[in-house]
C-alpha cells in the first residue's frame, strides 16, 4: 500500500528566508505527486503535481518541488516566503495505473508558521 | 467556472440525529470522495464513488454512508451522529481516478 511521510509537524520560519517542506512516499511503481496548501477554514487548493517527465515542478505562488526517485522524496521549496504563505501544508501520492487502489493517500501536514 | 460546493458549512446536531451533508460539483468528475479532518490524523477517506450507483467504503466508513444518483451530487449521511463524528467534512472530486483532486470548502460539524 501506498504511504506518504511528512516528518515535520510544524515549521517556522521568518519572512523572506527560504523554505523547505519534506514529503517522503512509499510506493512500488512511479507515482502521481501532489502538494497542496490549506488556509485556516479553506478546502485544500492544489500547488503542484509531478507524474513523468522534468523532475523539478514549479508550481503556484512561486512554489516548486523536487521528484528524486533514489530517495523516494518529493519535497517543496520556496526560496522566499512572504507571511500569507502562513497555512498547511499536505504533500499526496496517487496512482493512475490499472489494478491500483486509485486514490490519493494523504501525509499528515506540515503547518507553516510565517514569522515578521 | 466550475467548482464544488458543499452545504452547510456549519452545522451543530445532536446525537442520534441523522445528518446529511451535501456536495455539488460542475467539473462533471465520475469520481467524488469524502474525507474528514482531525487535528492529529490530517485527511481520511469515509467513502468514494468512481461513478453514478458506485459507492466504495474508504477508512473510516463507520457510521456514515453514501448514495450517488447523478454524477453531480454525492451526499453523505450520518445515520445516527455521534459526538466522535464531530469533525471537518471535505468532499472532492477528480476526473482521473488516482489523479488530483479538486477540494469543497469544507462543512464544520458539531455532534453535542
Known amino acids: 500500500a501506498q504511504s506518504v511521510t511528512q516528518p515535520d509537524i510544524h515549521i517556522t520560519v521568518s519572512e523572506g528566508a527560504s523554505l523547505e517542506l519534506r514529503c517522503n512516499y512509499s510506493?512500488?511503481?512511479?507515482?502521481?505527486l501532489f502538494w497542496y496548501v490549506q488556509s485556516p477554514g479553506q478546502g485544500l487548493q492544489l500547488l503542484l503535481k509531478y507524474f513523468s517527465g522534468d523532475t523539478l515542478v514549479q508550481g503556484i505562488k512561486g512554489f516548486e518541488a523536487e521528484f528524486k526517485r533514489s530517495q523516494s522524496s518529493f519535497n517543496l521549496r520556496k526560496p522566499s516566503v512572504h507571511w500569507s504563505d502562513a497555512a498547511e501544508y499536505f504533500c499526496a501520492v496517487g496512482d493512475i495505473s490499472s489494478g491500483s487502489a486509485r486514490q490519493l493517500t494523504f501525509g499528515s501536514g506540515t503547518q507553516l508558521t510565517v514569522l515578521p | 467556472d466550475a467548482e464544488i460546493t458543499q452545504s452547510p458549512r456549519h452545522k451543530i446536531t445532536e446525537t442520534g440525529r441523522q445528518v446529511t451533508l451535501a456536495c455539488h460539483q460542475t467539473?462533471?468528475?465520475?469520481?467524488m470522495f469524502w474525507y474528514r479532518q482531525d487535528l492529529g490524523h490530517g485527511l481520511r477517506l469515509i467513502h468514494y464513488?468512481?461513478?453514478?450507483?458506485?459507492?466504495n467504503k474508504g477508512e473510516v466508513s463507520d457510521g456514515y454512508s453514501v448514495s450517488r444518483s447523478n454524477t453531480e451530487d454525492l451526499p453523505l449521511t450520518l445515520e445516527s451522529a455521534a459526538s466522535s463524528q464531530t469533525s471537518v467534512y471535505f468532499c472532492?472530486?477528480?476526473?482521473?481516478?488516482?489523479?488530483?483532486?479538486?477540494f469543497g470548502p469544507g462543512t464544520r460539524l458539531t455532534v453535542l
Open positions: 472532492a472530486s477528480s476526473f482521473l481516478q488516482g489523479g488530483e483532486q479538486f
Open positions: 467539473w462533471n468528475h465520475n469520481n
Open positions: 464513488s468512481y461513478g453514478v450507483q458506485d459507492t
Open positions: 510506493y512500488g511503481a512511479t507515482p502521481y
